[in-house]
């Protein structure tokens, strides 16, 4: 019991590994709906789509998701994954939410804070960026 209600982390990289697999397949989720052109032209007919690059930021946006959700899923790249994901979902909370991020807009800012979250802890255990960075496993065979 003195655990856990200790300051110390409990089991934080598995954790956190945990929480990021879970994020990319929402990503995933999300971001396929890049394969779906019904879904892609709904959101064509919103009101903030209404210019000439529209097309290109719609499928811009959802392939983001889409790439940066197989990136954080896997581990691999995780740091560039979470700058996809921090840009993408900035743009959608502040400029096609119009920055309501306290009660409108919270579910793509909440992504936003996810991806600061994994820029600086990195992808946990359980990643491909371990088994291709970890720097012990390095060390130990120079």
Known sequence: MNKF?????VWQSQGL????IIIGVFLIYHGAEIFDPSKMNEYLKWDIFKTPSATFRVYLGKGAEFVAGILLFTGFLTRLASLIVIATF??????IGHGKIWYEDQHPFLFTLFGLVFFFTGPGKWSVDNLLFDKTKTQNNL
Do not use: K
């Open 5 to 9: 209600f200790s300051p110390l982390p």
């Open 17 to 20: 590994a945990i929480v990021r």
């Open 90 to 95: 900035l743009y959608i909370s502040l400029f």
